[in-house]
Each structure stands twice: as structure tokens, then as C-alpha cells.
């Protein structure tokens, strides 16, 4: 019960963040177009430097950028915690595990439920994706006014399966964008001590205190600083965004937004109705502040730790389903980036001249679902690893190359909902296996 009031009175603060920091941000996207327009550039230069620069650019030397730094000092701070609470939160789930066939039902059921929403995520985006271009939304975009911004070099998607198994035990441990190793590593020690049993008592003690001690930081972090660095984050980021980005890819913006939330009100619902048998209410509203936490940091990792706090003492999941199911699902189930990525492949297809026809809105969904395994849960990583996509459907003609370029200079709002998307997803298979396997306490769930 004292978690289930924390968790509201958390709930409402950022709440009141969110609204305050929306309306300061649209204020300042509007005293930013006024400014320009009316010959004042140096003045918003100088309030820019003051509030929201980010320090560490070319040339920033002389900036303040006070929101960005109480942003950045606190996604540092959880960033911080990611890799101490994957390792012993998974090490501590399978080391306690004594039947082994039922870690191999958890495991099994956990990767085919994030498939088949993935899955039906593509066919989703496919769909909306289709309907829009037949419309002729995805106009071609007028690339007068486009600096070319850089994106990556295009890779093999499969060179995840290579990242899984790290070569240097300590390095892996000190990269927090290196996720699957990791679980690899968590799982192979867990599965060693449950081997050894007794003759790990001490360590196994150890991480239990070490899981202890990570609670306690993630406590304070959460319930003293959130709302405050959530404020700047939002503030932050509208305030950096001007209208004459947003404009010439209108249509793509409205249609990835439409789809985002339609999938995240209805999808997951049904997915918690048909596959658990539960009234998806209760989830949708004790998870709302974690979707509101991960619009604000736009980062599903930086989201992960209280994921896992209010799907454990809010949503009553078992704190072993938890602990595999989340960090997992934070690395390879990316919904909301499949989504924007397939809708994002169309966009610049039609928009540079590029025939979409089945067979290639397939081979697009085949792509986006192996590139989103591969997603670091980092801000801005969905666009970044979009690039792959376009170089694999052979998008790459100077036209495509702009349509891309804009996709990167306007698409941190919508990263921000598609972090949202991703971080209820895993939370939604947490509950769903947990309930497969009676490890969901259904009384904690429905208070």
C-alpha cells in the first residue's frame, strides 16, 4: 500500500512537470520565432547560451546551459545505475532458480511474446504507412532549406548476434550501450551459481546486498530529482526546435504520432486482455508515469529503473520475472522504434522517388525488426540506426539523403513517445509471462 501512494504522489509530480515543462517550451519555441522574426537574433542567442545550450558543442565554450546540464547530471545518474542493476537483478533471478526447466519456460515465453508484438508492430506501421503513401502524403520534400546532417555508416544488422558474447569480461561491464552482453554474462554467473548452489552462498549474499544498496540510490534519484530534471528535459528540447524544421515533413510527424499512440491505447490493452486475462486498467494507469518518464528522457535505460520498481510494487510482477524480462526487453524489444522506422523507410522512399510497392514494405519490416534488436536504449539511437534500413532497400540517392537528414533534425519529439511505447511493451510482457507462470500477484495489480 505505502508503494502503490508513493507511486501516485510520484505520478502527480511528474505530471505537473510534464504540463509545466510543455507549456514553457511551446512559450519558448514562441518567443524564439518572435525573436528571429523581428531581427533579435543575438538576444535569443544569448538566452539560449544562458538556459539551453548543450555545453559540451563546438564553439560552446562560453555557454551556461543550465537546463541542459540538471538534464544531462541527472539521465548521467541513472545511467550510472543500468549496468550494476541488470547484472545483479539477473543474477540474482536465475541463481535462485531451482527448477531449470521453468527458467527455460520464462526465457522462451518472454522472447516469443516480445516477438509477436514486434511482429504485429510491423505489420501495424506497414499498414498506416501503406494507406498514407496511397494518399500521396509523402510528398517529396523541398530541400531548399536542408543542411545535410551526418547519420551513420550502414551495417550489417546480424553483427548484434556477434556483440553478444563480449571477449573481455570487465569492458563489457563498463559499456552501458552493450546490453546483450551483459544479460550474457548475468545469465552465464547465475546459471553458475545455481550449479554450485551452496558453495556460492557468500556471493550470492553479496548481491543481495549489492541489490539492496542499488534500490536505496534508485529511490532517492527518482523521488527527489525526477520531476525537476524532466522539467528542463522538456523545456530543453522544445525550446531547441524551430518551426521551419517541422514543417516540410508534417505528414510524416502526424502519421508516426497517430500510429505511436494508437498502438500504445489499443495494442497493448488487447494484448493484456487476450494473452493474461487481465483488465488492462489498472496497467495502463500505474504505468502512466513510467511512459511519462521515458517521453522525458526519450531513453528506455535510462527508464529501466523504474520500470522495474513500479512493475514489481505496483503491478505486482515477481521480482525474478522482472529482472530478466525488463533489461531484456530494453535491449531487444523496440515496438515504438519499428514503428517509427517502418513509416520513416516509406517516408523517405516516396518522398525521394522510390517506388513502395509489398514486396518491398516487407522487406523493410524484415530489416526494421532485426535493426530494432540492435537499437541501443539511448536518445536518438531509433534514427540513427534507421540508416541501415535505407542503405539495405538501397534508399541512397541524393534526394533520400535529404529525407533522411530531415528525419534527423525533427524526429527528437518523436523519439521521445516511441521511448514511451517501448518501455510499457516490456512492461506489459512482464505482466503477461509473470501471469502465465503464477508469479503475478494479482491483488497488488488491481489495488
Known amino acids: 500500500m505505502k508503494s502503490s501512494q508513493n507511486g501516485k504522489k510520484l505520478a ?79 543474477v540474482l533471478a536465475i541463481c535462485v532458480v531451482t527448477d531449470t526447466k521453468k527458467l527455460g519456460r520464462i526465457s522462451s515465453k518472454t522472447i516469443l511474446t516480445f516477438f509477436i508484438t514486434t511482429v504485429c508492430a510491423l505489420i501495424f506501421a506497414g499498414v498506416i504507412g501503406s494507406v498514407v503513401y496511397h494518399m500521396g502524403a509523402f510528398n517529396a520534400v523541398d530541400a531548399t532549406n536542408i ?3 551526418e547519420g551513420t555508416v550502414g551495417t550489417n544488422p546480424l553483427s548484434i548476434v556477434m556483440s553478444i558474447v563480449p571477449n573481455n569480461f570487465v569492458s563489457a ?7 546483450l552482453a551483459i544479460v550474457f554474462l548475468a545469465v552465464s554467473v547465475g546459471l553458475a551459481m545455481n550449479q554450485l548452489k551452496e558453495k556460492t552462498k557468500t556471493v550470492k549474499k553479496l548481491f543481495i546486498e549489492l541489490s539492496d544498496i542499488i534500490s536505496v540510490c534508485l529511490s532517492f534519484v527518482i523521488n527527489k530529482f525526477a520531476p525537476i530534471a524532466i ?22 510527424v502526424i502519421t508516426v504520432v497517430i500510429a505511436l499512440f494508437a498502438y500504445l491505447f489499443i495494442a497493448y490493452p488487447l494484448y493484456l486482455m487476450i494473452m493474461a486475462k487481465l483488465n488492462p486498467k489498472p496497467f495502463m494507469k500505474k504505468m502512466a508515469k513510467v511512459a511519462l518518464f521515458g517521453f522525458s ?18 503491478l505486482g510482477v515477481s ?13 531487444i524489444n523496440m515496438d ?29 519490416a524484415v530489416l526494421a525488426l532485426i535493426a530494432s534488436i540492435g537499437t541501443p536504449a539511448a536518445p536518438g539511437a531509433g534514427a540513427v540506426i534507421l540508416f541501415t534500413i535505407l542503405t539495405g532497400m538501397g534508399y541512397t540517392n541524393d534526394a533520400a539523403l535529404l529525407s533522411y537528414s530531415l528525419i534527423l533534425a525533427i524526429n527528437r519529439p518523436i523519439e521521445m513517445l516511441l521511448t514511451s511505447l517501448n518501455v510499457v511493451g516490456d512492461a506489459s510482457t512482464s505482466v503477461i509471462v509473470a501471469k502465465k507462470e503464477n508469479m503475478l500477484d494479482e491483488k497488488v495489480y488491481h489495488s
Open 12 to 90: 502527480i509530480k511528474m505530471v505537473i512537470a510534464l504540463v509545466c515543462g510543455l507549456i514553457t517550451g511551446f512559450g519558448c519555441i514562441a518567443l524564439r520565432e518572435h525573436l528571429l522574426s523581428s531581427g533579435q537574433t543575438e538576444l535569443w542567442t544569448t538566452i539560449n547560451n544562458v538556459f539551453f545550450q548543450d555545453i559540451t558543442a563546438e564553439g560552446a565554450t562560453s555557454a551556461i546551459g543550465i537546463f541542459y546540464i540538471v538534464g544531462q547530471l541527472f539521465v548521467n545518474a541513472l545511467q550510472l545505475i543500468i549496468v550494476p542493476m541488470v547484472f545483479v537483478s539477473i
Open 147 to 149: 543542411a545535410i546532417k
Open 173 to 179: 561491464l563498463t559499456n552501458n550501450g552493450g546490453v
Open 231 to 252: 522539467f528542463c528535459l522538456l523545456t530543453r528540447t522544445f525550446a531547441a526546435y524551430g518551426i521551419d524544421y517541422l514543417m516540410p515533413a508534417l505528414a510524416y
Open 297 to 314: 528522457t526519450s531513453s528506455s535505460a535510462a527508464t529501466l529503473p523504474l520500470n522495474k520498481q513500479t512493475t514489481v510494487e505496483e
Open 319 to 331: 521480482d525474478q520475472i522482472a529482472s530478466f524480462t525488463l533489461p531484456l526487453g530494453m535491449t
Open 336 to 364: 515504438g522504434t519499428a514503428i517509427m522506422q517502418v513509416i520513416a523507410a516509406i517516408f523517405v522512399a516516396a518522398s525521394s522517388g522510390y517506388d513502395v510497392t509489398f514486396t518491398s514494405m516487407a522487406v523493410i
